[in-house]
């Protein structure tokens, strides 16, 4: 039974920083493509970073530069680094995974991941 539980949301100022974890279970993060997602109140989730089985990650644009996707195998846990927040970044996150594929892992659309997360609130004010 594969689990997916993030941690680390909470609430900064603009310019601050935050790391989100996703622990997995039930599966090896090796295995699948996984990825972060966010929804912002009355917006479509979206895809923020995603990863496939040997590393390789994808960001979305407006992320590029300032978060950092990385994995603990031997936690068999993700990590999202988020620096230089801004107002904009302020949604709920969401850990994924994509069972059917460990390579070419999209950004979208978010249907095609399979398994969620709780989701973790992340709030940057000005």
């Known amino acids: 039974q594969v689990q997916l539980v993030e941690s680390g949301g909470g609430s900064v100022q603009a310019g601050g920083s935050l790391r989100l974890s996703c622990a997995a279970s039930?599966?090896?993060?090796?295995?699948?493509?996984m990825g972060w997602f966010r929804q912002a109140p009355g917006k479509e989730r979206e895809g923020v970073a995603v990863?496939?089985?040997?590393?390789?990650?994808t960001y979305e644009d407006s992320v590029k530069g300032r978060f950092t996707f990385s994995k603990d195998y031997v936690k068999n846990t993700l990590y999202l680094q988020m620096n230089s927040l801004k107002t904009e970044d302020t949604a709920m996150y969401y850990c994924?995974?994509?069972?059917?594929?460990?390579?070419?892992?999209?950004?979208?659309?978010?249907?095609?991941?399979?398994?969620w997360g709780q989701g973790t609130q992340v709030t940057v004010s000005s």
């Open positions: 994924a995974a994509d069972s059917k594929r460990g390579r070419w892992c999209p950004l979208g659309p978010w249907v095609q991941y399979n398994y």
């Open positions: 990863s496939d089985g040997d590393g390789a990650t």
């Open positions: 039930g599966y090896t993060i090796s295995s699948y493509c």
